[in-house]
């Protein structure tokens, strides 16, 4: 991945995530809120690159922890793991350009998330902070992240789709 692909991705995401903070939590109510991180980390996951995708899942769950207030490496945890979930789903099936697919990957994925939020923190000693979602809140959001998702994946794309700069051919 190219230095100005990276940051360009890197840019992407910060303003989904300012998007997702700031205009989706005022407009949505909390179960039925979309959560277009994961639709990056999704994305992003199905991209072929690991090192810079990696550092890129990790600066968004550093980041959606910090704006979002939840506690210290969770999201991180979470992120990281769908992340190489994903990569290790690549090498199994051939994950193609279909966008249907890509966004039953972001409900799959988020009922996962939901799954993790709810677990972890029993088993990392801080269960009794957490509220455990409840099985129709995890579907509702799910259904919204995927209606949501759509768009938000298109615009991903058009960005993937951009020129990359290519070194010019040295000639004698």
């Known amino acids: 991945m190219t230095v100005p692909y990276f940051f360009s991705f890197l840019l992407l995401f910060y303003l989904v ?3 997702q903070t700031t205009w989706v939590s005022e407009i949505f109510p909390p179960f039925f809120k979309p959560d277009l991180m994961l639709v990056f980390v999704v994305h992003v996951g199905t ?3 690991l090192l810079s995708g ?3 899942v990790g600066a968004c769950g550093l980041l959606y922890e910090l704006f979002s207030g939840s506690p210290g490496g969770l999201m991180l945890l979470i992120y990281f793991l769908l992340f190489f979930l994903l990569k290790s789903l690549a090498k199994v ?3 193609g350009e279909s966008l249907t697919f ?3 990957l972001v409900f799959g994925a988020l009922i ?3 799954l993790l939020i709810g677990l972890l923190p029993f088993v990392l000693g801080a269960g009794p902070t957490i509220k455990v979602p409840t099985a129709s809140w ?3 959001q799910a259904a919204a992240t995927s209606l949501a998702g ?3 994946w298109l615009l991903f794309k058009k960005v993937e789709s951009l020129p990359r700069m290519t070194p010019a051919s040295k000639t004698d």
């Open 17 to 19: 995530l300012l998007l």
């Open 47 to 49: 991209l072929p690159y």
């Open 54 to 56: 990696a550092i890129l």
């Open 93 to 95: 099936i051939l994950i």
């Open 102 to 104: 890509r966004l039953l």
């Open 112 to 114: 996962l998330q939901d």
């Open 138 to 140: 995890i579907l509702a």
């Open 150 to 152: 759509w768009p938000v």
